[in-house]
């Protein structure tokens, strides 16, 4: 290719001599001007694509056709070379069809005739009382022998790529769920005893609750309820201070409330893809004030909502003028103490990277490291895999392109259908046919309160970590060395979720392979947020604790499980605990807030400027 090109470039030259001999020309300009016009033609016809593909976008719901047609590709040309498999599943067919026969002659004989098929754990759509009479149980009986057919139609197909086959799964549990008869009125019998006990008004309130959700939506407004948690009146309360700003961060200092505190700070990372206050909602489940209350001093990263002009910031930004900024502060404010680094969901891999490169580096002001729902391998990412291959990677970067950023709305189409149940069809239902409005909670009006990504630094993200696992195998470059997690020496706090579709906790668990030092590893009961945010007096929260010194051997996720008992509350004491124990054995004095004369002067109160950003 480069001959090629070297020869088509001698044979124009020479061609240019010969046709520009009686005018004196400036040969290599006019070369310059032939190569920038080239270049500026592939960008042209880049642009295109990413028009092209822009365009498409709002079609279809985000998602690459061409991913979507190779999976359906996979599987249909295996299952037509499957004989075997279709002769299965006519057999599994005809069994499900005599078992749903003779559980109608049953009911009709016997009204309290046990179900034949009970639904998925997780799964409440028919779990009232009217849903165990006739005609109802018959049609939720049929949906869900209809559902595990097609789980059986999707899976295990000789032959297709595994990842197909769970793109091909997912989709075909999608198309299901909208024929639940849980989401039609008629065919839902919670709906109609509702409808016949008001008089059909609850049709007329879920008609209004349409018409209020579409008018926000059009308008650009958020959610019913929201306006009740203000950060800074009703949640992010925590007293505090912005002590530095840049383009990418505010970092909040929050005031001692002990006489005497830990001598060594602690910063919280959060995630960008979320408002830092899910670690400082109310006051009696947030964990920012609970540390506070405990005698640590916290500073903690609030995130710049990034707009069309940051598309070309980088991952490696998020980390400079991100992770590092708040340590230079944070070093200014307090010399001479290390520093207890705090990172969460995508804020832990990026504190993970940080303190990598740190260590290379001979970088010593960290005393620990905590993640908290952290993946740093991507090899087992969860059900977000679904949506993350190198054709809707590109399709992804095409809608990123057109905007400069990913918007919040781009991101929540995904994370709703990964849970439709629970966050589509359960709420259209409730808000919709029974004329019902969920009251909001904290938790519930953060989720609303997302932030976007810029173009640059989330197209890295999932081609460098997700995709290419650079990470994980050492690859991941900071400046000229690998930023390899190997080289983390300073005790590790990792907390996994057991209902985790983000970062799923046996994916976290690995942290255990990928480090030579002491790992404390802790597994809670609840969800990505919902296991994180777990207060002591939380009801029926659990959870499981181990320690791991750099030299024990490494242990499978299955037989931790089994040999790791559960306790009864929240882990947050614990970790305080762990904190204490890996800190100075005397308090001192509460430091002030800022550092005026060092160039950090206390600027905003809590929660800062950030945090509006829309």
Sequence with gaps: MAAGQSKERRVSRESLIKATEPFPVDLDATLSALGADEASD?????????????????????????????????????????????????????????????????????????????????????????????????????????????????????????????????????????????????????????????????????????????????????????????????????????????????????????????????????????????????????????????????????????????????????????????????????????IHATGYCLGGTLLSIAASAMARAGDDRLASVTLLAAQIDFTEPGELALFIDHSQLHFLESMMWNRGYLSTDQMAGAFQLLKSNDLVWSRIVRDYMMGERQPLNDLMAWNADSTRMPFRMHSEYLQRLYLDNDFAAGRYMVGDHPAAPQNIRVPIFAVGTERDHVAPWRSVFKIHALTDTEVTFVLTSGGHNAGIVSEPGHPHRHFRMTTKAAADPCIGTDEWLRDTAAEDGSWWPRWADWLAARSSPSRVAPPTIGAPERGYPPLEAAPGTYVFER
Excluded at 43 to 49: P, R, V
Excluded at 288 to 316: K, M, Q
């Design 42 to 338: 592939a960008e042209a016809f880049e642009a295109l694509n990413r028009m092209t593909e822009s365009l498409m976008a709002p079609m279809t719901g985000g998602l690459s056709p061409a991913a979507l047609s190779l999976a359906v590709f996979d599987w249909a040309m295996h299952l037509a070379m499957a004989p075997g498999k279709r002769l299965e599943l006519l057999d599994k067919a005809l069994r499900k069809s005599n078992r749903l026969a003779v559980h109608l002659a049953a009911c009709a004989t016997d009204p309290q005739t046990p179900p034949c098929i009970e639904p998925l754990p997780g799964d409440d759509r028919f779990a009232s009382e009217g849903w165990k009479h006739l005609p109802f149980n018959v049609l939720s009986q049929a949906f869900l022998l209809n559902q595990q057919w097609w789980h059986n139609v999707t899976n295990d197909v000789p032959g297709v790529t595994p990842h197909h086959e769970e793109v091909i799964s997912f989709a075909a549990r999608q198309m299901l769920d909208v024929f639940s008869p849980s989401n039609f009125a008629w065919s839902n019998p919670d709906v109609l005893k509702k409808t016949a006990e008001t008089g059909g008004m609850n049709l007329v309130d879920g008609l209004r609750n349409l018409v209020d959700d579409t008018n926000r939506r059009l308008t650009s407004r958020p959610p019913a309820g929201t306006e009740e948690f203000v950060p800074g009146e009703a949640v992010a309360t925590t007293p505090g201070r912005v002590v530095y700003r840049n383009r990418l961060i505010e970092l909040i200092q929050y005031a001692p409330a002990t006489e005497t505190v830990h001598a060594e700070p602690i910063l919280i990372v959060p995630a960008w893809i979320m408002k830092y206050y899910i670690l400082d909602l109310s006051p009696q489940n947030s964990l920012i004030r609970y540390l506070v209350d405990r005698g640590h001093t916290v500073f903690c990263i609030s995130w710049h909502n990034p707009t069309a002009a940051d598309r070309d910031l980088g991952l490696d930004d998020y980390r400079r003028h991100g992770v590092m900024a708040a340590l230079d502060a944070i070093e200014a404010i307090l010399p001479d103490r290390k």
